[in-house]
């Protein structure tokens, strides 16, 4: 079992939809999450980030973390065609000296105008 | 600013040959990280740099593979006889310190593609 799960879809949607991702780990120790987005032929890029448990929303973007039960969530509100890319959530621990990041496989999402 | 980059974008290598990949992160970035994407699975870490000096190599997945940053700035991924399974995209991504999370910025990464 990897340390972090998250479903690979594909995940197809009409534009507008609210579009819910989620990742399951089980490394206790982990403590900043975060969720990156990737383009086909692209570096990932940051959106969120998140500190322990807790909500996070910024613009159309909410992030929820539940440590108890080791998930969490990325929320697209009105979701775009421009949103269709790979949606990676990424966690580290802190106090480990390098904060090197373990990703999920990735959700690939499709807004479909 | 300029971001991270990396060359060469493409790289196409004979089963056994050598490779040597490339990243310039952004100027005065302390850390440096590599990771290996295959295809379809999201990135995985190699190694770790803060200024130059190699402090995790915990994830290199064998002794063909090396990493350097002699000055602290460039980096260079280098891969000795190359096998299939080291088809993959690899990226480099830097951050600025290390006392506390710090963004992690990515390069666009380069595609090795082991024939």
């Known amino acids: 079992q990897k340390e972090v799960e998250q479903d690979p879809g594909p995940l197809s949607v009409p534009e507008g939809a609210i579009v819910s991702l989620n990742c399951t780990y089980s490394?206790?120790?982990?403590?900043?999450f975060m969720w990156y987005r990737q383009y086909s032929r692209k570096g990932p890029e940051l959106l969120m980030y998140t500190y322990s448990s807790g909500n996070k929303e910024d613009g159309r973007f909410t992030a929820q973390v539940d440590k108890s039960s080791k998930y969490i969530s990325l929320f697209i509100r009105d979701s775009q065609p421009s949103d269709s890319a790979t949606y990676l959530c990424?966690?580290?621990?802190?106090?480990?000296?390098?904060?090197?990041?373990?990703f999920g496989k990735g959700t690939k999402l499709s807004v479909i105008p | 600013g300029a971001g991270v980059s990396q060359s060469p974008r493409y790289k196409v290598a004979k089963r056994g040959q050598d490779v040597a990949l490339r990243c310039d992160p952004i100027s005065g970035h302390v850390s440096l990280f590599w990771y290996q994407q295959a295809l379809g699975q999201g990135p995985e870490f190699l190694t770790y740099?803060?200024?130059?000096?190699?402090?995790?190599k915990s994830g290199l997945p064998s002794d063909r593979f090396f990493a350097e940053r002699p000055e602290g700035s460039v980096s260079t991924l280098k891969i000795q006889r190359t096998q299939q399974e080291d088809s993959a995209v690899y990226l480099c991504a830097s951050s600025l310190v290390t006392s506390s999370y710090n963004e992690q910025f990515f390069g666009p990464g380069t595609r090795l593609t082991v024939l």
């Open positions: 740099f803060q200024n130059e000096a190699q402090l995790d």
């Open positions: 990424a966690m580290t621990n802190s106090g480990a000296g390098s904060y090197q990041l373990t």
């Open positions: 490394n206790s120790a982990f403590q900043y």
